[in-house]
């Protein structure tokens, strides 16, 4: 026969719960060992004195509520709470408090139940942390994130996925990512990304996709597989990284190698060009060196400026004092005077070319080789009829002209010199080209279409 008694007994004493029993005026009547190691107190220590030793202050009202609903018969679901330990320190507790009736069913007091809640709290407050600084993370970070489960099935994105896409989690959740994927690369990816799934290995795509406003915009995606204690995955965690602008730098990177390799393949043949032209005189050219570089010098300058100017527009004024900083010494002075006016590559280098011409010239026979003589260079664009299309035709002209040097004349040898300030703006920039040798000094005007040498025009 068991002994009913014994074994409740037993019971109590061996549970690793606190288990108390007190009456009706919350004075302690039963006391386990387990309730001795939670608060500190022995039952001698404890029997027979109030319950309230062990609510802090500011708790008393707690032990009021309880035994106002254990007298009407309630019993006290699970709370969390604190409660006093003899050495003065606040302890977590986990309580459920019960009613406790005699034979005849009347409430004489009230059972509790008391476990220590300091590691679950504990436990629960490290989850709490790592999931804000999860959600902080996630929520903060540039790329677009999401998690899918071992499936591929979408489960969650973060806030920057619906800020730039303009979606709902509804829409998203599984496959949903398809509707803002770009129909060209849609089917690629989807399956791209089925074959990482099906091997369990690392995923990596680029591909569009479509902003709230419509836009295209293109995005790498890596994910990686999350794997239990065996090898089954269990999640994949992805992010999305925009790299638009860097599709964008490395397309205008290739087109600058191509135009660069263009014009170095240009620079060279007209560098053999000058060479050829230069000493085709033979005999004519005694100072064929100190010609070809110069020519040579002023290639260099217009290349100093074009790879300044990152081989895009150049200032007219900024070309002409870079190719006659050699002047400066001159015996006779310039003067420069024009528009505003900015230049195509192509044009930089044919007009550069034959100022520099021009200025040796100059230097060397006419107006800049005396003290007293002048050179004026001016340049204007002006309206002309509108052409077959009907829009304006303006004509950009540039003129050189000499006073107050010596007289000239032309030389009846052709040289490459007459090429660079006749024939090449001719057939480089369809220009109209003008060479005087007027007893004053010499003069010379080109006039072409403005387009020819300029789409970026600022009228004065």
Same mark, same amino acid.
């Given at each position: 026969?068991?002994? +009913?008694?014994?074994?409740?007994?037993?019971?109590?004493?061996?549970?690793?719960?606190?288990?108390?029993?007190?009456?009706?005026?919350?004075?302690?009547?039963?006391?386990?060992?387990?309730?001795?190691?939670?608060?500190?107190?022995?039952?001698?220590?404890?029997?027979?004195?109030?319950?309230?030793?062990?609510?802090?202050?500011?708790?008393?009202?707690?032990?009021?509520?309880?035994?106002?609903?254990?007298?009407?018969?309630?019993?006290?679901?699970?709370? %969390?709470?604190?409660?006093?330990?003899?050495?003065?320190?606040? +302890?977590?507790?986990?309580?459920?408090?019960?009613?406790?009736?005699?034979?005849?069913?009347?409430?004489?007091?009230?059972?509790?139940?008391?476990?220590?809640?300091?590691?679950?709290?504990?436990?629960?407050?490290?989850?709490?942390?790592?999931?804000?600084?999860?959600?902080?993370?996630?929520?903060?970070?540039?790329?677009?994130?999401?998690?899918?489960?071992?499936?591929?099935?979408?489960?969650?994105?973060?806030?920057?996925?619906?800020?730039?896409?303009?979606?709902?989690?509804?829409?998203?959740?599984?496959?949903?990512?398809?509707? %803002?994927?770009?129909?060209?690369?849609?089917?690629?990816?989807?399956?791209?990304?089925?074959?990482?799934?099906?091997?369990?290995?690392?995923?990596?795509?680029?591909?569009?996709?479509?902003?709230?406003?419509?836009?295209?915009?293109?995005?790498?995606?890596?994910?990686?597989?999350?794997?239990?204690?065996?090898?089954?995955?269990?999640?994949?965690?992805?992010?999305?990284?925009?790299?638009?602008?860097?599709?964008?730098?490395?397309?205008?990177?290739?087109?600058?190698?191509?135009?660069?390799?263009?014009?170095?393949?240009?620079?060279?043949?007209? %560098?053999?060009?000058?060479?050829?032209?230069?000493?085709?005189?033979?005999?004519?050219?005694?100072?064929?060196?100190?010609?070809?570089?110069?020519?040579?010098?002023?290639?260099?300058?217009?290349?100093?400026?074009?790879?300044?100017?990152?081989?895009?527009?150049?200032?007219?004024?900024?070309?002409?004092?870079?190719?006659?900083?050699?002047?400066?010494?001159?015996?006779?002075?310039?003067?420069?005077?024009?528009?505003?006016?900015?230049?195509?590559?192509?044009?930089?280098?044919?007009?550069?070319?034959?100022?520099?011409?021009?200025?040796?010239?100059?230097?060397?026979?006419?107006?800049?080789?005396?003290?007293?003589?002048?050179?004026?260079?001016?340049?204007?664009?002006?309206?002309?009829?509108?052409?077959?299309?009907?829009?304006?035709?303006?004509?950009?002209?540039?003129?050189?002209?000499?006073?107050?040097?010596?007289?000239?004349?032309?030389?009846?040898?052709?040289?490459?010199?007459?090429?660079?300030?006749?024939?090449?703006?001719?057939?480089?920039?369809?220009?109209?080209?003008?060479?005087?040798?007027?007893?004053?000094?010499?003069?010379?005007?080109?006039?072409?279409?403005?387009?020819?040498?300029?789409?970026?025009?600022?009228?004065?």
């Amino acid at each position: 026969m068991i002994d +009913v008694q014994n074994l409740y007994r037993a019971l109590v004493e061996g549970s690793d719960d606190a288990i108390v029993a007190k009456d009706l005026d919350a004075i302690v009547r039963a006391w386990n060992p387990a309730a001795e190691r939670l608060f500190g107190y022995t039952a001698d220590e404890i029997i027979g004195h109030s319950i309230r030793k062990l609510l802090p202050p500011d708790r008393q009202n707690e032990e009021d509520a309880i035994l106002g609903r254990i007298r009407n018969g309630e019993r006290v679901g699970q709370f %969390v709470t604190k409660r006093l330990h003899k050495s003065g320190r606040l +302890v977590d507790v986990s309580v459920t408090v019960s009613p406790v009736r005699d034979a005849h069913g009347t409430i004489v007091g009230a059972s509790k139940i008391a476990r220590d809640a300091g590691p679950a709290l504990e436990a629960q407050r490290r989850l709490t942390e790592s999931e804000r600084s999860f959600r902080m993370m996630a929520e903060n970070i540039s790329q677009l994130a999401w998690i899918a489960r071992g499936d591929g099935h979408i489960i969650w994105y973060n806030r920057r996925w619906y800020d730039y896409t303009g979606t709902t989690p509804e829409q998203m959740e599984g496959w949903g990512w398809q509707h %803002v994927h770009h129909p060209d690369h849609v089917a690629r990816v989807a399956e791209h990304y089925r074959q990482a799934i099906d091997q369990g290995s690392e995923w990596e795509d680029t591909f569009p996709l479509r902003s709230a406003d419509g836009e295209w915009r293109w995005f790498l995606s890596r994910a990686k597989p999350i794997r239990d204690g065996g090898n089954e995955v269990e999640y994949w965690f992805g992010t999305n990284t925009d790299i638009t602008e860097q599709r964008e730098q490395a397309e205008q990177i290739r087109l600058l190698l191509m135009e660069v390799n263009h014009r170095a393949k240009n620079l060279l043949g007209t %560098v053999q060009a000058l060479a050829r032209r230069t000493a085709r005189g033979g005999t004519g050219e005694p100072d064929f060196l100190k010609r070809f570089e110069d020519r040579i010098r002023s290639l260099a300058v217009n290349q100093d400026i074009l790879v300044k100017r990152e081989w895009r527009q150049i200032p007219m004024r900024e070309l002409a004092e870079a190719q006659l900083a050699f002047l400066e010494e001159a015996p006779g002075e310039f003067t420069l005077s024009g528009p505003d006016l900015s230049l195509s590559p192509r044009a930089a280098e044919t007009l550069g070319m034959a100022l520099h011409e021009l200025a040796t010239n100059a230097l060397k026979h006419g107006a800049l080789s005396v003290d007293r003589g002048q050179v004026d260079i001016i340049w204007s664009v002006e309206d002309a009829a509108p052409g077959e299309d009907g829009e304006p035709d303006p004509r950009f002209t540039l003129c050189w002209r000499e006073s107050g040097g010596p007289p000239v004349e032309e030389s009846e040898r052709v040289g490459f010199g007459s090429t660079l300030i006749r024939d090449v703006p001719k057939h480089s920039l369809d220009a109209e080209v003008e060479l005087h040798f007027r007893p004053k000094g010499v003069y010379w005007e080109m006039r072409c279409p403005l387009s020819a040498v300029s789409r970026h025009f600022t009228r004065g």
